[in-house]
């Protein structure tokens, strides 16, 4: 039974950092693209960064140069590290894994429908 859980949201103020961790099991981690979405309240779900399979990263122009995607194939985990936060970052976000190795990262967040596998998402605030 595979596993997709996120963790590290939580309230912040606006210019803080949060470290995003997404843990899987149950799956070949390192065969998986991996991405993150997030979403604020009254709005559609939007992708914000992606990884694949070989460490690179894509990333939304609102979150360049603030945002850090990594990935630990050891562990089975992905992170999300969070810098210089602003208030429209305030979402729910959830992990996301894709088996489509052949879309690139762009493409891929664009395409919700190619993801099986989602985590029940994680909070965070950032207050004014």
């Known amino acids: 039974q595979w596993q997709v859980v996120e963790s590290g949201g939580g309230l912040v103020q606006a210019g803080g950092s949060l470290r995003l961790s997404c843990s899987v099991s149950?799956?070949?981690?390192?065969?998986?693209?991996m991405c993150w979405f997030r979403r604020a309240r009254g709005k559609k779900r939007e992708g914000v960064s992606c990884?694949?399979?070989?460490?690179?990263?894509y990333y939304v122009d609102s979150v360049k140069g603030r945002f850090t995607i990594s990935r630990d194939n050891g562990e089975k985990t992905m992170y999300l590290q969070m810098n210089n936060l602003k208030p429209e970052d305030t979402a729910m976000y959830f992990c996301?894994?894709?088996?489509?190795?052949?879309?690139?990262?762009?493409?891929?967040?664009?395409?919700?429908?190619?993801?099986?596998?989602w985590g029940q998402g994680t909070q965070v605030t950032v207050s004014s």
């Open positions: 990884i694949n399979r070989g460490g690179t990263p």
């Open positions: 149950g799956l070949t981690f390192r065969d998986l693209a």
């Open positions: 996301a894994a894709s088996r489509n190795t052949y879309y690139g990262l762009a493409s891929l967040l664009l395409a919700e429908n190619e993801f099986d596998y």
